[in-house]
């Protein structure tokens, strides 16, 4: 059956069913044209806005037309829709000023001084090593000779020779070694062939022309919620117009073809004239190389001191001078970094300014201010994202799809929160070291523009993709194979919509939790009498009536408890730092007024803090405990209920299942008397953390430091096992990938070993971070059992609270 082909060029031609994703040329204009595919449906559900909107859309309504929900458009329509949708070939040029090239000339020269500057002080100092070593030889002997001779004085003597060139020699080796590093390994990614991908290759092919830029030799996709057009082989590449463009699946899934088209008219229009793109690379070039080499550390600084602090400090102080020489290397580093960020920034924002005024002219001035806004929303969604992948993984499982889960997150924000996009876009403000201007100032280059733009199609990017599921399934593949490597097992990846719909479950159980306490509880605050909970109903009705009477105290003084709830968090806070500051007080170590959120530089500032969050907390405690106690027994009067025969079948009805209640019960019991053991845990880590910071610098000067660090690492040694060892007999109570794991091998894989600190503070934060999370999930099914009962009982079901911002967990 005969293809239909439109051109451009307004000729009208069919092409056979064998030309299928393959390119022709149009006998008319002699352009190349890409013949669709044959009667194919897409079977994804989208939907297709046929016009743009008068008013530039929000980003939520971006989102809604990214994702669709409408009808699909037939696979071969797309092409032909595509290169309909283009009322131009070319944009009108952006033409720079004389004067603006005239900088950018300035800029690159003095970026390319820069590096030659920093070579120029390598020489300069191996030329004074030089001369100390052939000047200087008189010290060999200054303690020879005399009648006080001694052999001292002549090892003082050899040392004074010696560690100029030690101390000089391992400064040139530290500035040498920054010109020979080499780049952080690329995120995984992987190369599209033309043939793979046709309609993607075309639309690039299509922008390239229109905004004047050189077509890309290959297109690679990966799971960044970006996209980018760079020399393929950097430095390599300079010379020619081999260009690489990088496509993140993440922003075609949350982007519609309009938006989509612009961000690349975008990257291309850095591209659009070939100084303009060599330029920007030597400067992005220049700039990351700074950025790298001052910040990285490797296993030469590691060396250096590991030596500098093992020797003896009669020998060893030759080693802290060349520490110091390093030290103001890097210092002269920073500064020449400074210096290029503060030139360089200036003029790379121009170039952001340029390259926006492509976008406008591709998509519309219009559009551009909801793909600034699409574009952080995406970026919020993505960090919700890996936050469920941490709780997938949790579980021993991982997703198959980011692109996807990227997108249900996009699609969970609050309005709150798109809201707040939009006012942080309104209120930015570019900073003097800003390679990119605020999206404010953005937005408003663009608005000046009043371009209508020569592609306006509102229909999914996705749809560029033959199969955009598959596509999505290999980059977070990739994505897996990148950060897990050899730990990665693929039969732990499940279908998103799978784990999507074991995290709404999850979710389900927490706005029970919340309901139950009318907020977010502070989850470690013990609760009174857990064991209560555990003990069986001899008279039914009686327990009933305690459990309607405890409700209707517990929502008397809800008012009470949300009063002063936050305030009680606060003076947690306060003792954690305060116990913090006392421990870098106890070895002798500086703590400055504004290193806290309030001075607690001195031991009586310490003390006085202390006291008062601790008559805060009693005195607030003593406010909240009506509610605590009365909402205890609310819980346990429930959960005893559910377990009598009277009450099974509603039980069952909601999914509890077998002896899940009285398991849950005695895991909330345990964890209730875990509390104090944990939170213990979670204040020596934070100390630990803040020890550690100091061991660099102050390890060989406090004799006291090594120690207290040593001992806090040895206690926290024994909670971590105290606590392994209070739940390995309890069953993990969730669907976990291990079915036979235990609550405690869910906290604590393994013991950490003894004299291994880095081990020891990762179990620590593992069991902290674990902990909460099981907490509020135990809790939360209980409450929803809470819920079973009431209802039962006749009790109207409570509404769901106002968000706040409580501490789930200490």
Known sequence: MPIPVSCDCGKKLNAPDSMAGKRAKCPGCQQPLLIPEALEVIDEGLEVVASPPAVPPRASQSASKASGGGAPPRREDVPARIGSAFTAAK?????????????????????????????????????????????????????VGGTRNSGKAVIFSLLLYITPMVAGGI?????????????????????????????????????????????????????????????????????????????GMPLAAG????????????????????????????????????????????????????????LDIRIGWVLYVARACVWLSRGVLWLLMMVGHFFSGMLMRQMEFDADRH???????????????????????????????????????????????????????????????????????????????????????????????????????????????????EVTLDFYRQVLGDNLNESDIHPVSELMDRQKAEQESIKALKRFHQSMPLLYRQLPKPREISRPVTDAAAVADRLG?????????????????????????????????????????PVGKGDFKRNLSTRK???????????????????????????????????????????????????????EISRLAGLLVE??????????????????????SFLENHANSNDKLVPRFKEIMEVMRGKISAIHEAFKAHPYPFDHANKN??????????????????????????????????????????????????TRLGHKPLPDPAEDSGKQAG
């Open 741 to 790: 794991l235990s609550v405690g091998e869910y906290l604590v894989k393994e013991l950490p070993a003894e004299d291994e600190a880095g081990e020891i503070h990762s179990a620590a934060e593992k069991i902290v971070d674990y902990f909460a999370n099981l907490h509020a999930r135990v809790l939360g099914r209980l409450c929803q059992v809470v819920e079973v009962v009431e």
């Open 359 to 473: 976008e406008a002219r591709f998509a519309g001035s219009d559009t551009f201010a909801s793909t600034a806004r699409q574009l952080r929303l995406l970026g919020i969604a993505n960090g919700g994202a890996m936050s469920d992948l941490a709780g997938f993984y949790r579980e021993g499982r991982l997703c198959d799809d980011m692109p996807t889960l990227i997108m249900h997150n996009a699609g969970q924000l609050p309005a709150t929160v798109k809201e707040g996009i939009d006012k942080e876009i309104e209120e930015s403000r570019t900073g003097f070291f800003d390679t990119h201007p605020a999206d404010s100032a953005r937005i408003a280059n663009a608005e000046r523009e009043e371009a209508e733009g020569i592609f306006r199609l509102e229909w999914p990017a996705k749809l560029l993709f033959r199969d955009f599921s598959a596509r999505a399934r």
């Open 171 to 247: 400064m040139i080796l530290f500035m040498l070694k920054p010109l020979f590093a080499r780049a952080a390994p690329k995120p995984g990614w992987r190369s599209l062939k033309d043939g793979e991908e046709p309609v993607l290759f075309d639309f690039v092919e299509r922008i390239c022309a229109a905004v004047g830029s050189p077509k890309p030799r290959r297109i690679d996709i990966d799971n960044e919620v970006n996209a980018s057009a760079s020399f393929r082989s950097g430095w390599l590449s300079f010379f020619g117009n081999d260009l690489v463009l990088t496509v």
């Open 605 to 659: 500032a310490v003390t006085e803090e202390q006291s008062k969050a601790t008559a805060d907390r009693e005195n607030l405690a003593a406010q909240m405990s009506p509610f605590e106690t009365a909402n205890a027994a609310r819980l346990y009067s429930a959960v005893r209920l559910a377990q009598t025969p009277e009450y099974a079948s509603d039980v069952a009805s909601a999914g509890f299942k077998g002896d």
């Open 549 to 589: 009477k405890a409700r209707a105290l517990a929502l008397r003084h809800v008012p009470a408890y949300s009063a002063v709830r936050e305030t009680f968090d606060q003076s947690d806070d306060i003792l954690i730092e305060a116990g913090i500051a006392g421990v870098l007080l106890d070895v002798g170590l």
């Open 91 to 143: 944009i009108e040029p952006v033409r720079q000023s004389l004067g603006y090239r005239l900088s950018a000339l300035v800029v690159a020269f003095l970026m390319v001084l820069l590096p030659l500057i920093y070579l120029a002080m390598i020489v300069a100092v191996a030329g004074l090593v030089w001369w100390h070593t052939t000047s200087n030889t008189w010290l060999l002997g200054a303690g």
């Open 671 to 692: 964890i209730s008397e875990a509390l104090p053991n944990l939170l213990s845990l979670r204040d020596d880590k934070l100390a630990l953390e803040r020890l550690a």
């Open 255 to 310: 982007l519609t073809m309009r938006q989509f088209g612009g961000v690349l008219a975008h990257e291309f229009g850095h591209f659009s004239q070939g100084a303009g793109m060599r330029l920007t690379f030597v400067i992005r070039s220049v700039n990351f190389w700074f950025q790298r080499v001052v910040h990285e550390r490797d296993e030469w600084d590691e060396w250096l001191l590991a030596w500098s602090s093992s």
